[in-house]
């Protein structure tokens, strides 16, 4: 969705792509063809581009820290990306410098799992089990039903790589913050979201979230803190628990985000503009929502198709089709409103994703 703005904003965009099915190549200006971790293919990417950005995190940190050491600019860097790539390295971070996370521990070996034992058997919580790399939606997040079941999951996956083990929160709900930064330092956030997860995917955002106005604010606050602690450059979006305790930060997601695709039409500049305003080193743009209240639906492929035409027949919604080939489980785009009242958002929004095929339920 860089690509549909990427005029706009006065940038041309070349992408990265696996192959000519890819849905990201019908609307941007040039393409080369290579895996996000090709380091080949980066190569070739970085001699036609000024910078190099993203939109996922499947990326080689070592081959973006080589590009960087020979004089590619990379935003964010691949140090900012770090944080969002590796969970054990943000987790350590953080609690380092005292950012809010849920209690955990972090493993980088089968020798830690005595760690693991020692931590849990001091607590007499639930427990989630985390891969430090790899996951997303969902994905390499599991929870066991027992401390046995917790070791067992964690020696699973060590043989993969490091692993996060964390205090399971007692969540009142979920929110996110999208945050944006410039090359010189310059921030811009939108509003706070609530989002709405099943099966460890969102299915739903909202605007506004409805949180404490000291949510709100603590939100932006924390956002804006962890965009200078990490030397962002470009959208971030920062993933919160709200929980009886307070905020606690769960994801970075160093690129434009799920979370703020309502922005396209529900505020003054999309985050996919501003993204690129950001890593292209210019002014960036207002973030204000431009009505009082948007629901955005994500469109998940059922086991047949839906119908695009009849998600569209539902008045004073925005349909954005992905491309991309249909497939069951597989995300294909989303729905948008966007007004005054937001219960009534809410209805047209799952009616229109219902019509265009999705398999998530209506929170």
């Not at 944080?83 to 972090?106: L, M, N, W």
């Not at 979201?193 to 606050?221: D, F, L, N």
């Not at 965009?227 to 905020?247: D, N, Q, S, W």
Request: with cysteine; charged share 20%.
């Amino acid at each position: 969705m860089m690509g549909e703005v990427a005029a706009e904003v006065g940038v041309e965009v070349t992408v990265l792509a696996l192959s000519s099915q890819d849905a990201a190549i019908s609307n941007v200006d040039h393409v080369i063809f290579g895996a996000a971790d090709d380091e080949d293919a980066l190569v070739a990417l970085s001699r036609v581009t000024d910078v190099i950005t993203f939109d996922h995190e499947l990326v080689d940190l070592g081959v973006l820290e080589r590009l960087e050491q020979r004089g590619v600019v990379v935003r964010p860097s691949a140090a900012a990306l770090r944080f969002s790539v590796d969970k054990a390295v943000q987790r350590e971070e953080f609690a380092s410098v005292g950012f809010p996370i849920p209690a955990c521990v972090t493993l980088h070996t089968t020798a830690d799992l005595t760690i693991l034992e020692a931590w849990m058997s001091t607590r007499d919580v639930a427990v989630v089990v985390k891969a430090a790399r790899g996951g997303y939606d969902g994905r390499g997040v599991l929870f066991p039903h027992s401390r046995h079941e917790a070791i067992e999951m964690s020696r699973d996956l060590l043989l993969h790589g490091p692993v996060v083990v964390e205090e399971r929160a007692a969540l009142i709900s979920e929110v996110a913050q999208l945050v944006v930064r410039s090359v010189n330092g310059e921030v811009v956030t939108y509003p706070l979201v609530t989002t709405v997860q099943s099966e460890g995917m969102c299915v739903e955002v909202r605007y506004p979230a409805t949180v404490e106005e000291s949510v709100h604010e603590e939100a932006r606050r924390l956002g804006v803190a962890v965009a200078h602690h990490i030397g962002l450059v470009g959208v971030m979006a920062v993933e919160y628990f709200v929980t009886p305790r307070g905020l606690l930060i769960n994801e970075l997601a160093l690129r434009p985000h799920n979370s703020g695709h309502w922005t396209i039409e529900g505020a003054a500049t999309s985050q996919f503009a501003n993204h690129l305003r950001a890593v292209s080193g210019q002014t960036l743009g207002d973030a204000d929502a431009t009505s009082n209240a948007a629901v955005m639906v994500n469109v998940v492929g059922a086991e047949q198709p839906g119908s695009l035409d009849d998600a569209r027949q539902v008045p004073d919604v925005y349909v954005h089709d992905y491309g991309k080939a249909w497939r069951p489980g597989r995300k294909l785009g989303h729905v948008t409103t966007v007004g005054n009242d937001a219960a009534a958002l809410h209805v047209r929004a799952w009616q229109s994703a219902r019509a265009y095929g999705t398999t998530t339920r209506e929170a």
